[in-house]
Structures are given as C-alpha cells and as structure tokens.
C-alpha cells in the first residue's frame, strides 16, 4: 500500500511539475474585461447578462466564481477581430494586457447595471431585432465569467442569428477540480433563472425564446424550465427552441424532468459526441450512470424515448474542432455553429443529416477514477490539465493539499514568479 501511495503521489508531482512548465509557456491573462478603444476593423456583440455570481474587486474580472445573494446585471459589448486574423469558432484570447482589438476578443464596454436598466436594456434590444427573439446561453462546468462572455459572444457572431444575447451565468470557480462545487451553484442559481424565464415570458415585446445550454449548464437549464412548467402547468408558446450541447445530465433524470413539463414544452435538440471526454469522466463521478451527452439514440430504450418526445439528436462525432476533450465543438465547428444560426434566424428546429443524424453512439470510457478531488481524480485530471489553463492555474495547489508542500523548490503554479 506504502508503495502504491508513494507511486501515486510521485505521479502526482510530475505531472503539477509538467503542467506548471506548460503553463509558464501558454498561459493566458485573467481579468480581460476591463474596456479598451474600439478598432475600426473589428465587429462587435452586444449582450445583458444576468448573474448569480458575487462581485468581484478586480474590475477586469467583474464577477468571481463566488455567490451572491441576489442577481446582478450588467451590459457587456465585445469586440471582435476580423476573420483574416481568426477562424470561426475560435476565441481569441489576448495574450496580453490590455487585448488589441484589431487582433484579440476585447470589451469596449463592460458596465454593472441595475435590474431597472436591464429591463430597459432588454426592451430596446428586442425592438431593434428583427422578429424580437431572444437567446438566453447557460455555460457548463468549469467556466470563469469572462470565459462565459468571450464563449457567447463568439457563438452569436459566428452564427450571425438575429437575436438578442442575454447571458444566464452561475457561480462557476472556473477550475477542473471544483466539480462539486459547481453543480451546487447550478441548484444554487435554478430559482433565479427561471425569474428570468418568467419575466421573458410575461413581455409582451419577446416574440421568441430559444436556450442554448453547455455541458452542466444544461442541468440548470432543464431544472429551471422544470420549475418553470409546474407552476405555470406548462411552458409558454413563444419558448420555440432548448438546444442541449453535450449535456451532463443523467438520462434518468432527463426522463423526468421532461415528463414534468408536460406536453406544452418547445422542441429540443440534443447534441451528441461519442468521443466526449469530459462526460466520460462525469459518468464515473456519477456512479457508472448514462450521461445524456452520450446516449446511442439507436438503442432501446433511448431510440423510442427521442421519438416519442420528439427530440432531434445531432451527432457531432465526426466533426474534428475544439481542444482534446471534445467537449465543446458546438461552439467550435464553424459548421455546426453557422447550423444554429441560420436555423434559429429562419425559424426551424435543428436537423441536418449531414452532420451523421442516426449515426450510433457510443460512451466513453473514462478510467479507474470514481471521484474527483481525491488522489484518483487529480490522476484522471492531469491530462485535462494540459489543454485546460484553468486546471494548470490550480492544479499543484490541489496536489500540495493532499501531500504537502513540497521539499526545496516549491511546484509553481501561473501568477507566481517562478511560474511566469
């Protein structure tokens, strides 16, 4: 045992080692909201943003992965380079401070509102779209605010929809390793919502609601339209659209929470990946159970179940986008994100046999780890911490909580001076 413990742990020094040099190389700047001249060269998106994020005392960073009481706003305008110095999908991210505009993703605008505003915001936004539609987007797991911001601005440029942004963001500590902590905040922030679920509802200005929701964030999104549906006995017509983009949602639990929302609902498109390797690794936290991101719409009793709920299942396994984890190619495949736009701007549900509808699916496998925070789950997330900045950024502060502080030189971690 003595042995295995020691094995581990050295594993575990090496790879906080190896990911805090990776990091000295590839780190980005945090705190990128603090608003920069606009350039004439690049576009820009508009969005509100509701949150249940505390505030933070950086004013670059606005909000922190902490949570609030009560819901804040704010109106953010994010500059965007032209597309001769960045592909579809991609979020340029500054590599230092302050962004240039002309070739980084930058605020031009990033202000703290009242609820007051936001409405007034809202209303004047949804006056100038052309069929006043709006898009409210719920991030997953693992995302700091600004994370969230650059993602969804990024979606709705890329996608050129003709709709009004309105970002939904939770509590995230933006770090592989705070798992539990996030799906938490997703209970934490249901109630809040679906206050705005409820208030899009009511104005009668808002002709069309669509949800585009990301990995954890579905679990919020469907808990809240759940919510939503028993007290008002059902969901509003004007709710058309809940795209569900690799979500970690367990597919017993999807079955009743769409059973609670009875036969009024707005039609859902689910997207697969089969080589998801995030939500291969949430199976196993979840005890060994189907993750709804990674279901074989060709199998009993999933194939039946999508037809009778009248679910389009989009397999995204053979697009080759994103980062190693596969876990973010909805955003990230110029094809599948110009796909959302253009159906969204016409009106129709999400369906294109091109992108391998009715292919089978298949769950990953995720390892020996069963939980994550624990020895095993550091194990299972070193890989992930070698694409994942915010991972590196934690990573060997996780280790020396488990072992100790390392003897002679400390493992550095971004933002120290040994690690910059």
């Not at 240039?100 to 006056?127: C, G, M, S, Y």
């Not at 690794?281 to 993750?291: L, Q, T, Y």
């Not at 789950?377 to 950024?393: E, K, M, S, Y």
């Not at 502080?405 to 001076?417: I, M, Q, V, W």
């Amino acid at each position: 045992m003595g042995h295995f413990r020691r094995g581990v742990f050295g594993a575990l020094a090496i790879a906080a080692l190896s990911t805090a040099l990776l990091a000295a190389c590839a780190s980005r700047p945090t705190g990128v909201l603090q608003p920069v001249a606009a350039s004439p060269s690049a576009s820009q998106v508009e969005m509100l943003v509701t949150t249940m994020r505390d505030r933070s005392e950086n004013p670059g960073e606005m909000f922190s992965g902490e949570r609030a009481l009560e819901p804040a706003f704010a109106e953010i305008t994010v500059s965007i380079p032209p597309s001769s110095v960045r592909k579809v999908g991609e979020v340029a991210w500054p590599r230092r401070l302050p962004p240039n505009p002309a070739t980084d993703f930058a605020a031009v605008k990033a202000e703290q509102i009242n609820r007051e505003t936001a409405e007034k915001w809202l209303n004047a936004a949804v006056h100038k779209s052309p069929d006043r539609s709006v898009l409210v987007f719920i991030h997953g797991f693992n995302n700091q605010f600004e994370d969230a911001v650059f993602r969804f601005a990024q979606i709705v440029h890329d996608s050129n929809a003709r709709t009004v942004p309105v970002l939904a963001t939770w509590p995230s500590r933006g770090s592989l390793l705070a798992y539990g902590y996030d799906r938490e905040s997703t209970n934490y922030t249901r109630n809040a919502v679906e206050q705005l679920f409820q208030y899009l509802a009511r104005d009668p200005e808002v002709k069309e609601v669509s949800i585009l929701a990301h990995s954890m964030g579905n679990w919020l999104a469907l808990e809240s339209l759940r919510q939503m549906a028993i007290r008002n006995d059902g969901l509003p017509a004007k709710f058309k659209n809940v795209m569900l983009a690799a979500p970690d949602v367990d597919v017993d639990v999807f079955r009743s929470q769409i059973a609670d929302m009875g036969e009024r609902r707005p039609h859902f498109t689910l997207f697969v990946s089969r080589d998801d390797r995030a939500l291969a690794v949430s199976r196993r936290v979840w005890g060994n159970v189907s993750r709804l991101g990674a279901v074989d719409p060709e199998q009993p009793p999933y194939r039946e179940e999508l037809a009778a709920n009248d679910i389009t299942v989009l397999d995204l396994t053979k697009i080759k986008a994103g980062d190693d984890l596969h876990h973010s190619k909805f955003a990230e495949s110029p094809e599948i994100v110009q796909l959302i736009g253009t159906r969204l701007s016409t009106g129709q549900t999400l369906t294109d046999n091109r992108l391998g509808l009715g292919d089978t699916i298949v769950s990953a496998t995720a390892g020996a780890a069963h939980t994550v925070g624990t020895a095993a789950g550091l194990v299972v997330a070193a890989p992930a911490a070698i694409v994942d900045q915010n991972t590196r950024q934690n990573y060997a502060r996780h280790v020396e909580a488990l072992v100790g502080p390392a003897t002679g030189e400390s493992l550095a971690s971004p933002g120290t001076e040994a690690g910059k």
